[in-house]
């Protein structure tokens, strides 16, 4: 897995955001337009990651994360010590309460490049570990919303940026590929079977490793 400069993008008329879908084999089509269902799944899913595996990477374990009002991304550690390691916290750029933003501006880049230029942790434990978070969201998801109403989106209401990340999550939670889908017959069978999950969430791994 190999991710190169995208600064030229704009030149050649490809988003960040396609490139770096392309980049797994994924592409998609903006004009597509999600259904709401899985628009909204999506949307709650980016909306409950936790980030605590990518605050945690090689061995790392409890550390906490607490973010500011200013934006501000503080780390600390079991014992209350600030983390100044590739564990670190960073400035969150995207606005309060906008995950999708949030995976375009702050999420994305730390991907890519990692928190500075000294980071010395590769693509694949930084991707790893925001899958391990992410899958932790699709759990809670599936067996902790308790039947709670999850936040309606329209397709039409995003702008085109946050079009393209829905669509890359898209491929990556409800892939044409997959034999487990996220249907709603499969969540009420993965609520007596929680193995189902588990062999739902090995497929979205599969995609890049």
Not at 40 to 57: A, G, R, T
Not at 186 to 201: D, G, R, T
């Amino acid at each position: 897995m190999i991710f190169i400069s995208v600064s030229s993008l704009s030149a050649q008329g490809i988003s960040r955001m396609t490139y770096f879908a392309n980049l797994f084999g994924l592409s998609f089509d903006t004009s597509q337009e999600i259904p709401q269902r899985e628009l909204s799944i999506i949307y709650f899913i980016l909306d409950n990651i936790e980030e605590y595996h990518i605050h945690c990477m090689r061995g790392e374990e409890q550390n906490q994360v607490f973010i500011h009002t200013d934006g501000t991304v503080v780390v600390v550690d079991k014992h209350g010590n600030p983390v100044t390691n590739y564990n670190r916290g960073t400035i969150r750029i995207a606005r309060k309460n906008d995950p999708i933003g949030h995976f375009i501006l702050d999420t994305q880049p730390w991907l890519n490049f990692g928190v500075d230029s000294n980071d010395p942790t590769t693509i694949e434990e930084r991707l790893e570990a925001y899958l391990k978070d992410m899958q932790n969201a699709i759990f809670v998801f599936l067996f902790h919303r308790r039947n709670d109403p999850i936040k309606q989106i329209n397709y039409k209401d995003l702008d085109q940026v946050d079009k393209e990340v829905c669509h890359f999550f898209y491929q990556m939670l409800f892939n044409k590929s997959y034999k487990i889908q996220l249907t709603d017959e499969n969540i009420a069978k993965m609520h007596k079977s929680p193995n189902l999950w588990a062999k739902y969430s090995h497929q979205i791994f599969n995609l890049f490793f």
